[in-house]
């Protein structure tokens, strides 16, 4: 079971006290516990059209989710489209370098204003349609034959603004434009060890989208839990880990869990550790829709967008400390970005879909959770307690 924060103590450069405390809690293998925390749900939670649209009302249209990387938007200047729920965001950065979130539409007739999900780099954005032409800022700065439009005043027609903070590596977004809500408890840790860890200076190696046929939940719930990696990873990474729980943390409704790799012993605490990633496996669920795993180079971030809730797009991205400049470094991140998309697309997100189909038969009332997946209780509860209403009884 999640563990309630213990006293800090000093923590090594590099990691926030926090996750030196966890760090230490690690024992060695033959000495882990049994896990024996239970839960169940009903299928239901990840089928029903009316639960979807609970979660979608009240989680990714009115808390701060993640909308993309920072680094994915290093410049002045850039703007990107993503799509969450129906609802198409457009992400810039103002010519300050201020991240701004706005709904992709233009205020003439409503056309999409940028279509690319790629990044794209102008002073300007202007809408395909009739040309109306925006700020990175929002501001409508142009409109052809003007004349046509006596009372048009350009300083009403701004791009419709939506809530925007950037921490932790991450731009975050509140879909609904009436509202403007605080970051949820725990935030300010889950960034501190984000940024312990540099997310917000690393670079972007690679972006892959996966457009899976999945519900949301059904994508974060092996990130969750370590059962799994001795059977569906049998024949890929599963031998650089072990059969044993994670040290946990509920950080407000995020997660966090670390655990020692087949390597790992405490022993290699009490000396000078070159690269703890080594050793050591940081998994973060970043609620609601963000997943992050660390590997000794680089950092795996998830960003799921719900597009319906037997649809979610996963936006892949593969951080690393900077660009590869010499043929090493080169060859070892093309690997990697290969090893990740065989790993994580061809056996989790394969899971998930799988375990979608199965489901939609309807002949599965519900789902079990053994103390291998003693996390995955806690997520359901965490996303339970921000429903206002919940039609799947539980
Ligand atoms: S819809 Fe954008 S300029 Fe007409
Ligand atoms: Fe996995």
């Given at each position: 079971?999640?563990?309630?924060?213990?006293?800090?103590?000093?923590?090594?450069?590099?990691?926030?006290?926090?996750?030196?405390?966890?760090?230490?809690?690690?024992?060695?293998?033959?000495?882990?516990?049994?896990?024996?925390?239970?839960?169940?749900?009903?299928?239901?939670?990840?089928?029903?059209?009316?639960?979807?649209?609970?979660?979608?009302?009240?989680?990714?249209?009115?808390?701060?989710?993640?909308?993309?990387?920072?680094?994915?938007?290093?410049?002045?200047?850039?703007?990107?489209?993503?799509?969450?729920?129906?609802?198409?965001?457009?992400v810039t950065r103002?010519?300050?370098?201020?991240a701004r979130c706005?709904?992709?539409?233009?205020?003439?007739?409503?056309?999409?204003?940028?279509?690319?999900?790629?990044?794209?780099?102008?002073?300007?954005?202007?809408?395909?349609?009739?040309?109306?032409?925006?700020?990175?800022?929002?501001?409508?700065?142009?409109?052809?034959?003007?004349?046509?439009?006596?009372?048009?005043?350009?300083?009403?027609?701004?791009?419709?603004?939506?809530?925007?903070?950037?921490?932790?590596?991450?731009?975050?977004?509140?879909?609904?434009?009436?509202?403007?809500?605080?970051?949820?408890?725990?935030?300010?840790?889950?960034?501190?060890?984000?940024?312990?860890?540099?997310?917000?200076?690393?670079?972007?190696?690679?972006?892959?989208?996966?457009?899976?046929?999945?519900?949301?939940?059904?994508?974060?719930?092996?990130?969750?839990?370590?059962?799994?990696?001795?059977?569906?990873?049998?024949?890929?990474?599963?031998?650089?880990?072990?059969?044993?729980?994670?040290?946990?943390?509920?950080l407000g409704p995020?997660?966090?869990?670390?655990?020692?790799?087949?390597?790992?012993?405490?022993?290699?605490?009490?000396?000078?550790?070159?690269?703890?990633?080594?050793?050591?496996?940081?998994?973060?669920?970043?609620?609601?829709?963000?997943?992050?795993?660390?590997?000794?180079?680089?950092?795996?971030?998830?960003?799921?967008?719900?597009?319906?809730?037997?649809?979610?797009?996963?936006?892949?991205?593969?951080?690393?400390?900077?660009?590869?400049?010499?043929?090493?470094?080169?060859?070892?991140?093309?690997?990697?970005?290969?090893?990740?998309?065989?790993?994580?697309?061809?056996?989790?997100?394969?899971?998930?879909?799988?375990?979608?189909?199965?489901?939609?038969?309807?002949?599965?009332?519900?789902?079990?959770?053994?103390?291998?997946?003693?996390?995955?209780?806690?997520?359901?509860?965490?996303?339970?307690?921000?429903?206002?209403?919940?039609?799947?009884?539980?």
């Amino acid at each position: 079971m999640a563990m309630q924060e213990p006293q800090s103590q000093a923590a090594p450069a590099g990691l926030t006290d926090s996750q030196w405390q966890a760090i230490t809690e690690l024992t060695c293998h033959e000495e882990t516990r049994i896990p024996t925390d239970e839960a169940n749900r009903p299928s239901d939670v990840y089928l029903s059209q009316a639960r979807f649209d609970e979660e979608m009302k009240d989680i990714f249209t009115s808390l701060p989710m993640v909308a993309t990387m920072s680094s994915y938007l290093p410049e002045p200047g850039m703007a990107l489209a993503i799509e969450c729920s129906g609802v198409p965001v457009l992400v810039t950065r103002d010519r300050e370098g201020q991240a701004r979130c706005f709904i992709n539409a233009c205020r003439h007739r409503g056309s999409k204003l940028v279509e690319s999900d790629e990044p794209v780099k102008s002073a300007r954005l202007s809408c395909p349609y009739h040309a109306w032409t925006y700020g990175m800022n929002g501001d409508l700065i142009g409109v052809p034959r003007q004349e046509t439009f006596p009372s048009l005043k350009k300083c009403d027609l701004g791009l419709v603004a939506l809530s925007t903070h950037e921490s932790g590596g991450y731009i975050w977004v509140c879909l609904d434009p009436e509202k403007s809500p605080s970051m949820v408890e725990g935030s300010a840790q889950i960034c501190a060890d984000l940024e312990a860890f540099g997310l917000h200076k690393m670079h972007v190696y690679g972006r892959r989208r996966y457009d899976l046929k999945a519900n949301w939940k059904l994508v974060v719930e092996p990130f969750l839990e370590p059962y799994h990696i001795q059977r569906l990873h049998a024949n890929s990474i599963a031998k650089m880990f072990v059969d044993a729980p994670n040290v946990i943390r509920m950080l407000g409704p995020h997660q966090r869990q670390c655990s020692g790799k087949a390597n790992f012993d405490p022993a290699i605490l009490q000396g000078n550790i070159d690269n703890l990633h080594k050793y050591i496996t940081h998994a973060y669920l970043v609620f609601p829709n963000t997943v992050v795993v660390t590997s000794p180079y680089y950092i795996s971030v998830m960003v799921l967008l719900p597009t319906a809730t037997d649809r979610t797009v996963v936006d892949y991205y593969m951080m690393v400390k900077s660009a590869p400049d010499n043929p090493k470094a080169d060859d070892l991140y093309a690997r990697s970005y290969q090893l990740i998309d065989e790993v994580f697309g061809g056996e989790d997100f394969r899971a998930a879909q799988l375990q979608q189909e199965g489901l939609s038969s309807g002949a599965i009332e519900r789902v079990f959770f053994g103390g291998l997946e003693e996390m995955i209780g806690p997520f359901h509860e965490a996303v339970e307690s921000f429903l206002t209403a919940d039609p799947v009884p539980c």
